[in-house]
T-cell receptor, first 114, second 112 residues
Framework: DADVTQTPRNRITKTGKRIMLECSQTKGHDRMYWYRQDPGLGLQLIYYSFDVKDINKGEISDGYSVSRQAQAKFSLSLESAIPNQTALYFC?????????????FGPGTRLTVL | GENVEQHPSTLSVQEGDSAVIKCTYSDSASNYFPWYKQELGKRPQLIIDIRSNVGEKKDQRIAVTLNKTAKHFSLHITETQPEDSAVYFCAARASGTYKYIFGTGTRLKVLA
C-alpha cells in the first residue's frame, strides 16, 4: 500500500547537535507538511511544500529548516537542537489535484533533546 | 492570525451515550473542515470532513455540523463505544491555500 514513512522513529540527542528527520512517501502526492505535536497544543505547522520548488514557513518555523529533495522526500533539520524542541514530529502529505484534500500522516518521530 | 479553538480538552462519557466536540475558527475565508482521530501511539487519521457549502454531513455514528455565520463546527458521535476512545482534532483550511490550522485536541474517554 502507498504510505508515508518517517525515519528515525525515535531519537535522543544533546543540546547543540544538528538533527535531520526524514520523510518519504509513495502516494505520489505533491504537498508535504511537517508538524510538531506537544501535549495540549495540538498539531502546529512548521513548514509546508507544494512541490520541489515551493517551500513555505508555518506557524513555528524558527529553529527549523527543510529541504524538498524530490517529490517523494521532505526533510526537517534542527541546526542546533534545544530542549524545548523535544516533541513528537509528524510528516503529512496531500494530493495537489483536488480542492479539498485529506492529509495522510506518517507514523511520527519522537525527538528528545537533553 | 488564523486560529482554531477546540473544546472541551477532555471528555468522558458512558458507553452508548453521545459525545460532542466543538471548534471555532477565526478566518472567515475557511472553507474546508476535517476531523482527525488519533489513537494512543498512532498517527492522526481523517474520520470525516465538511465543506463550507454544506451545513451537515453524516457517516454512520459520526456527524459534523457547520455554522458559517457563527464560524463554528462540531463533531457528534452517537452510541459511543470503547474503541471511540482517542484524541480528536478539528482543523480549518482557508480557500485558495493548502495550509491547515488545527485545534488543540480533545481526549475522549468512553467508559464501559
Amino acid at each position: 500500500d502507498a504510505d508515508v514513512t518517517q525515519t528515525p522513529r525515535n531519537r535522543i540527542t544533546k543540546t547543540g547537535k544538528r538533527i535531520m528527520l526524514e520523510c518519504s512517501q509513495t502516494k505520489g502526492h505533491d504537498r508535504m507538511y511537517w508538524y510538531r505535536q506537544d501535549p495540549g497544543l495540538g498539531l502546529q505547522l512548521i513548514y509546508y511544500s507544494f512541490d520541489v520548488k515551493d517551500i513555505n514557513k508555518g506557524e513555528i518555523s524558527d529553529g527549523y529548516s527543510v529541504s524538498r529533495q524530490a517529490q517523494a522526500k521532505f526533510s526537517l533539520s534542527l541546526e542546533s537542537a534545544i530542549p524545548n524542541q523535544t516533541a513528537l514530529y509528524f510528516c503529512a502529505t496531500s494530493p495537489g489535484d483536488r480542492q479539498y484534500n485529506e492529509q495522510f500522516f506518517g507514523p511520527g518521530t519522537r525527538l528528545t533533546v537533553l | 492570525g488564523e486560529n482554531v479553538e477546540q473544546h472541551p480538552s477532555t471528555l468522558s462519557v458512558q458507553e452508548g451515550d453521545s459525545a460532542v466536540i466543538k471548534c471555532t475558527y477565526s478566518d472567515s475565508a475557511s472553507n474546508y473542515f476535517p476531523w482527525y482521530k488519533q489513537e494512543l501511539g498512532k498517527r492522526p487519521q481523517l474520520i470525516i470532513d465538511i465543506r463550507s457549502n454544506v451545513g451537515e454531513k453524516k457517516d454512520q455514528r459520526i456527524a459534523v455540523t457547520l455554522n458559517k455565520t457563527a464560524k463554528h463546527f462540531s463533531l457528534h458521535i452517537t452510541e459511543t463505544q470503547p474503541e471511540d476512545s482517542a484524541v480528536y482534532f478539528c482543523a480549518a483550511r482557508a480557500s485558495g491555500t493548502y495550509k491547515y490550522i488545527f485545534g488543540t485536541g480533545t481526549r475522549l474517554k468512553v467508559l464501559a
